[in-house]
């Protein structure tokens, strides 16, 4: 088993660690950290940057060639770990020596460890894992401030602010679409820069919401779709991503999944919030604004490509979504519209 550990305090030093046990080379845009690495211990990337009231993400796509433990450690704050597991699975406990809670996919999950006290995450052998872990509070100074973020979702969570450790699993969450449009992003810069901080706070705020929502049912089990029904959900999900433009319909869909459109539809709604209609449409009105940004291509050959019919629909829909027409669009690009 490979060990690695980590302090949580800049996300540079974080990088600097993980490069050195597992390899790779680092890059940097704007304080945003990749690691790409294809070698003996692993395979894949990870992605992470901190922003304002002391957040900070991380993102792990990779693939480790024996089991790793990486132990996270802070020892001036007690950050509140906010986990989505959309490959894979992992495992967490505080400290070396307590119970591992497993982590499996389209799971979520809400930590905090003592102060001075690990969180550990156990990643096995040979499994293939998409991992988001957001941060609020990884630095000492955001602890000081009585207003502060990280005291606010402490106070959101435990009681007296407790110091105890805390660890809530969460059904399947309704935040898949926006952690895929933080890994979407195609921007540089501070444009970028921007556009993650809007969508890691919007993930926050579902989290919150979310778990009150759970409290206020007692249930955290709204769903009797079985983990492989979940994962035909998210290769149709794929599928439709990749080829919008396709005359998809709920009979082809249900046939190609096996799923009844009742189950369908339920897939959908719990990963994307949406129904499978709305989504496809959803996919399509992203596709053209990535070709419109940045493609030659007239209005009438974007709503072609993407499988529309009518003109009119489709700057209806666009509009709704970015608050002009594509027209307007075209002539007045406004990088930050991809968050509307």
């Not at 969450?173 to 556009?195: F, M, N």
């Not at 990749?242 to 998809?248: H, K, L, R």
């Amino acid at each position: 088993m490979k060990i690695i550990n980590i302090q949580t305090d800049k996300i540079k030093n974080i990088f600097e660690t993980l490069a050195l046990h597992l390899g790779g080379k680092i890059t940097c845009d704007l304080e945003e950290y990749t690691l790409e690495f294809h070698n003996a211990s692993a395979q894949g990337s990870i992605i992470g940057a901190s922003f304002n009231d002391a957040i900070s993400y991380m993102q792990f796509d990779m693939t480790f060639s024996d089991e790793v433990r990486m132990n996270i450690a802070n020892l001036n704050a007690s950050p509140v770990y906010f986990a989505y597991c959309s490959e894979g699975n992992l495992s967490h406990r505080f400290s070396v020596l307590e119970e591992e809670k497993k982590l499996e996919m389209f799971q979520t999950a809400i930590l905090s460890a003592r102060e001075k006290e690990e969180n550990v995450l156990l990643f096995e052998k040979g499994i293939k894992t998409k991992f988001t872990l957001i941060t609020v509070g990884n630095q000492s100074g955001a602890m000081d401030q009585a207003n502060s973020l990280n005291t606010k979702v402490k106070e959101t969570f435990f009681e007296n602010n407790s110091q105890e450790n805390f660890f809530y699993l969460g059904s399947y969450r309704r935040i898949a679409e926006k952690i895929e449009q933080l890994s979407s992003i195609t921007q540089t810069g501070i444009v970028r820069h921007l556009l993650k901080e809007g969508i890691l706070r919007i993930i926050l705020a579902t989290e919150i919401q979310q778990h009150a929502d759970d409290l206020a049912t007692a249930s955290k089990d709204f769903s009797c779709l079985t983990l492989r029904e979940m994962e035909e959900i998210k290769e149709l999900s794929e599928t439709i991503q990749s080829n919008p433009e396709e005359a998809f319909t709920i009979k082809w869909l249900s046939k190609k999944s096996g799923l009844s459109p009742n189950k369908l539809q339920e897939g959908f709604k719990m990963i994307h919030n949406r129904t499978v209609n709305d989504f496809i449409t959803h996919t399509r009105v992203l596709k053209a604004e990535i070709l419109i940004r940045t493609s030659d291509l007239n209005i009438s050959e974007v709503v072609y490509c993407i499988g529309f019919t009518s003109r009119s629909y489709f700057s209806k829909i666009f509009k709704q979504k970015f608050n002009c027409s594509p027209k307007e669009y075209k002539f007045n690009l406004n990088p930050l519209a991809i968050t509307a």
